[in-house]
C-alpha cells in the first residue's frame, strides 16, 4: 500500500477455553515461540508475549493491510492445533471465544512491554478476571457482566 503511513499497537489478550488452565508453565515458550512465528508469518509484528496458564496477553504492531480478526483467528487455530500435536497435552486444548484489544500510542510502549513481561507478579494478588475487567473499563470498552465470562 504505497503512501500509507500507520502507527497501530494493540495488547491483546485472550484466554483458554473455558478458562482451564491447560497452559503447561515448562512448555510456555514453545508456546509463545510458535505463536511469534505465525504472527511474523501473517507480516505482523510482535513486541511482546506472555501470559498465564490459563490466558496470553500479546503486543503487536499491526499493519493496515491486515484485519486483526483475521490475525487472531491464525493465531488461535494454528496454536490450537500445534499444542494438540503436542505428547505434553493430556486433554484438548481450545481458545475461549472471542479477545480483547486495546490501542496504545507509542510512548506507552515501554510500560506495556513491562506489564505484560510481569504477568506472574501481577496475577499473585490479580485473578485473570479482575486484571480484564478492569482493563475493559480503563478502556471505557462497553460490556455485559452476564456473558463476559460464560462458560462455552
Avoid: C
Wanted: hydrophobic share 40%; no cysteine.
Amino acid at each position: 500500500m504505497a503512501n500509507t503511513y500507520t502507527q497501530i499497537h494493540l495488547h491483546i489478550v485472550f484466554a483458554v477455553q473455558s478458562r482451564a488452565a491447560l497452559i503447561p508453565t515448562h512448555h510456555a515458550d514453545t508456546i509463545y515461540r510458535y505463536i511469534t512465528g505465525i504472527i511474523t508469518q501473517q507480516g505482523q509484528k510482535l513486541l511482546a508475549i506472555n501470559g498465564m496458564p490459563d490466558h496470553l496477553h500479546l503486543l503487536i504492531g499491526l499493519r493496515p493491510d491486515k484485519a486483526l480478526s483475521d490475525l487472531m483467528r491464525e493465531v488461535k487455530a494454528s496454536s490450537s492445533k500445534f499444542i494438540n500435536e503436542q505428547p505434553w497435552m493430556t486433554t484438548k486444548f481450545a481458545w475461549q471465544a472471542g479477545f480483547g484489544a486495546f490501542s496504545y500510542g507509542a510512548s506507552q510502549l515501554p510500560a506495556v512491554v513491562r506489564y505484560i513481561e510481569r504477568q506472574q507478579e501481577h496475577h499473585a494478588t490479580r485473578t485473570f478476571s479482575e486484571e480484564y475487567r478492569l482493563l475493559l473499563e480503563q478502556f471505557g470498552v462497553d460490556y455485559n457482566p452476564h456473558y463476559l465470562f460464560r462458560a462455552e
